[in-house]
């Protein structure tokens, strides 16, 4: 018998390493969804433990982090990008 599917964060606290079905629990995704953001490099690779891939609950909270900064970065001149005009 597998291991039963994981639909919520169902400890006090998430762990410090988690497989790529809880990371993507603790993110609030798909597993699918966050195996393409780790594919993308959105998401930093997991890290073999033993012949198992976990992912550092750290490392998954900076991603998110650098996902904020960028969306309050100061949009881009797409014309002036366009013409190679620097600013």
Known sequence: MGRPRV???DTAYPPRLMRAE???AYLDM???SFLRLVELGEV???TPVK??????RHELDAAVENWKA???EKPK???AA???ITE
Request: glycine share 12%.
């Open 44 to 46: 930093p690779p997991g």
């Open 22 to 24: 809880r990371a993507a």
């Open 77 to 79: 001149n797409t014309v």
């Open 30 to 32: 798909s597993e699918s």
């Open 70 to 72: 960028r969306r309050q």
């Open 82 to 84: 366009a013409l190679g």
């Open 51 to 56: 012949g198992m891939v976990s992912w550092d």
């Open 7 to 9: 639909t919520r964060l």
